[in-house]
Each structure stands twice: as C-alpha cells, then as structure tokens.
C-alpha cells in the first residue's frame, strides 16, 4: 500500500509540474473596427488624432499611436452593428499562451499576422494574443508617431458585457486580469447600478472595461458609444488644444468622469467612440477605490 501512495503522489507532482504556467499579460497592443468610410477615418484618426497612417493589407488601415500600439480600421461596405472587431493583448510568449489556453480546453485558435494568434472570448468577441510591436514588425517601420498626435497610448478598451459571469471567468480567472475600479450613475452598490467595471492586465496598467446592464438589443449607435477605446493624456486641455490645431471644429467639452479623471469623448465616421482620458484622476472617485495603480506616460 505505501509503495502505491508513493507513486500516485509522484504521479500528481509530475502533473503538476507539466502544467502550463500563464505567461506575461502586459497590456493593449491594439484595437480593430469595422468602417464603411476608410477616407473618413483616415482623416479622423491621421488627420484629427495625429495617427502615422500605414497600410499593411489591401482592406485594411493601421493607424499606429507608438511604435507598439495602433488602431485598426477594416474596410466594410456594410458593416455589422457591433464595429468592435477584436482587442489585442500583449504577451511575453505566444507560444506559452498557447499551450497555457489548450490545457484549459479552448482549441479553436485563428493564426494573425507575425505569429500571434487569436480566440473568441466572451460576447462572441475577438481576443487576440500578440508580442510586444507586432503590427511594428508587420508593417516593416518602427518611425516614431507625428508631431501632431494628440496621443500615444492606448490605456483601455470598452466593450458592452451582458454576461458579467462569463466575462470574469474569462478574464480574471482564466487571464488573471485585476480589478481596477467599478461604478455607475445612480450608484447604490446593487448589480443593477454597476454600469462599468474595469479589469487590469495582470502585468500591467492598461485595462478592458465592462460596460454593464445595456439593452439586450442595441443599436449600431449604442454599439459605437459603448465600444470605445480610450487614449491617455497628461494635460485634456492641452489636448484640445491638439485637437483644434489638427483641424477639429467640434462642440464637445471636457468632462470629469465618475472615475475622477477628466476626458471628452469624440466619435469617428461610422460613429465609434473614442475617448480621451487624463492618465491620473484630479478628484477621489465615485462609488468605489481604485484597486491598482494609474498608467503613467512612462511605464509602457
């Protein structure tokens, strides 16, 4: 009997050790959307943001912020109503993640460019797993961003969730993503009042932020306010400032948002919010702490 026990728990400890550990998750690579009107966009995101255009495949536009982070625009004559395609995560190994993602039973892996790969996670959304400057490499350039970009970082990206449950087992417990900070107009700490929740990469401060308790059946519109990605700047005055200097006419004004941090939203051609953000917030937040640090201009 003693010499069974001996090789059952030699047995578990070989199992145990041929475990996958999780690699490195350490931020936004990038963001892709759908748009019907290409020549729009490129005057939003090159022209008005500031964007380096490049084109690194025929119904496609990249719109890189920093030599590791980029907006992608896919061409669509007619495009869904949900314009968010997929976000890119950042890993220290492609490889590991791989292996890591079959030991926990998810199979159908999409090839990307460069050797990184992508699922579908929650909401039927894209999740794709790519090393640092990807989109750099695949674009055959590593020139720096214009002068005349408003920002350079990517700090998060939104999504409309309508199954927290799935969400947080998904990115908290399978990717070990933390929780940043949560809250909501009307806030009384009830389920039905948490209308965002922001989860931190693990190894990093950029974010994906739930956007909670939408209607069931949305509109391209609610779509393309909820589905958002946010840049991060210093100063939203001086972004502004940017803004109208870039050509920008625009009637939106800065705001402080229920997290604490000022930022006004713009929106592109085919209506996709884009968000600017100051990177630390001026005042205490609503509703809850924050739970992890800020990003900073200087820790990408």
Same mark, same amino acid.
């Given at each position: ?84 395609? +997929? ?15 079959? +030991? ?7 090839? !990307? ?34 002068? !005349? ?21 998904? *990115? ?94 713009? *929106? ?9 953000? +100051?990177? !630390? ?6 509703? !809850? ?12």
């Amino acid at each position: 009997m003693r010499k069974l026990l001996l090789v059952g728990a030699f047995f578990f400890v070989a199992i145990s050790v041929a475990q996958t550990p999780r690699p490195k998750i350490t931020g936004i690579a990038y963001v892709r959307f759908h748009s019907s009107d290409p020549q729009g966009a490129a005057s939003f995101y090159a022209g008005l943001l500031g964007a380096r255009h490049l084109h690194p495949a025929p119904q496609s536009d990249e719109y890189l912020l920093s030599p590791t982070q980029a907006i992608f625009i896919d061409r669509s004559p007619a495009p869904p109503p949900e314009l968010e395609e +997929e976000i890119g995560l950042e890993v220290s190994s492609t490889r590991q993640m791989r292996a890591y993602l079959r +030991e926990h039973h998810i199979k159908d892996m999409r090839e !990307t460019n460069g050797g990184g790969f992508s699922i579908q996670g929650p909401e039927r959304k894209r999740i794709a797993f790519v090393l640092r400057g990807l989109h750099v490499r695949s674009s055959k350039t590593a020139q720096p961003v214009h002068a !005349t970009a408003v920002s350079s970082r990517i700090i998060h990206v939104g999504f409309v969730v309508h199954d927290r449950a799935a969400a947080d087992a998904f *990115f908290r417990d399978l990717l070990g993503f933390k929780l940043y900070w949560t809250g909501g107009p009307n806030w009384d700490g009830t389920p039905e009042h948490v209308n965002y929740a922001s989860m931190q990469v693990p190894d990093g401060r950029e974010w994906v932020e739930y956007m909670l308790n939408r209607p069931p059946n949305m509109t391209a519109r609610q779509y393309g306010s909820a589905n958002h990605v946010a840049l991060g700047v210093i100063s939203i005055k001086e972004a502004v400032k940017k803004l109208r200097a870039n050509g920008w006419t625009g009637t939106a004004e800065p705001r402080q948002g229920q997290d604490g941090k000022w930022q006004i939203n713009l *929106f592109d051609p085919d209506g996709t919010r884009i968000e600017l953000m +100051e990177f !630390t917030p001026k005042r205490e937040p609503c509703c !809850t702490k924050y739970q992890r640090p800020h990003p900073s201009p200087n820790d990408r």
